[in-house]
């Protein structure tokens, strides 16, 4: 049994906000599941049965907050799962934490490591509600209530490259150019506001554009998919996906179905 729902944000935390994901589900015996990057970041909470991190061998925070992801990971659960996401859009996070987002990079971080001691009060919340709709209204007041004014020049200065990058435009050069800064400052200013590098941010989008072309066009030849979506060659798109899914395209394709939580 799976119950799997996805909510959008109210208006006011649209622009930071991609939806919130509610995920149940319930096994008898022990379940993998991979994940890839997807170029956002998540605060994730735990209801039930908490995830196995098979590469660390830890079970996941109760509650955390998910960094950029460099590549791909498998989860083992068992028994009665019950999470809830919070799905940013890339340079959202910064609106209601305050920190460089590049230093969790690939990291889970709790309350208690963020000294936060309003985020560990609404996971504590969260844990002991079960009514969805009433979590969904604390979360989005926790958020509300911190919503913080980003410099508007800088966030502008993100948003366009990041449309540039959803685009399939990768050259760091162009990017701090739209940006209106050096390549120096505009590296910084995005890892800051995205948590990853604009390198490392364009391959993760250009990884998702593939997924999502596979998904809404499946036709598409592994050759056509890399001229499509900005590879190199077939070769590189191959290597690439190897990297971030641990699969190639083929395998891929056999092991689950293409699917885009960045385009979707």
Wanted: include cysteine.
């Amino acid at each position: 049994m799976e119950e799997f729902k996805i909510i959008q944000p109210s208006p006011l935390l649209a622009p930071y906000i991609k939806n919130y994901w509610l995920l149940k589900t319930a096994c008898d015996s022990p379940t993998l599941a991979r994940t890839v990057p997807t170029g956002m970041m998540n605060l994730i909470f735990h209801r039930g049965n908490r995830l196995l991190s098979v590469h660390d061998n830890e079970l996941h925070p109760r509650a955390f907050l998910s960094g950029h992801e460099k590549t791909f990971a498998d989860l083992e659960y068992t028994g009665q799962i019950n999470m809830i996401f919070v799905v940013f859009r890339p340079a959202g996070v910064k609106a209601f934490f305050d920190l460089p987002m590049h230093k969790i990079n690939n990291l889970r971080v709790t309350a208690n490591e963020l000294g936060d001691k309003e985020l560990a009060e609404l996971e504590h919340s969260l844990t002991s509600i079960e009514d969805d709709p009433l979590c969904i209204l604390l979360i989005e007041q926790f958020l509300l209530k911190r919503l913080s004014r980003l410099a508007e020049y800088n966030l502008k200065r993100i948003e366009a490259t990041i449309h540039l990058i959803n685009t399939g435009q990768t050259d760091v050069a162009l990017l701090a150019n739209t940006a209106c800064l050096s390549t120096k400052q505009f590296q910084r200013i995005f890892s800051e506001y995205v948590g990853s590098n604009p390198k490392e941010f364009s391959r993760t989008i250009r990884f998702q554009r593939a997924l999502h072309r596979l998904e809404t066009c499946p036709q598409t030849s592994l050759t056509d998919l890399a001229y499509q979506c900005g590879y190199f060659d077939q070769s590189h798109m191959i290597k690439e996906f190897k990297a971030l899914s641990g699969y190639t395209p083929s395998e891929y394709l056999e092991t689950c179905p293409p699917h885009s939580d960045y385009f979707n």
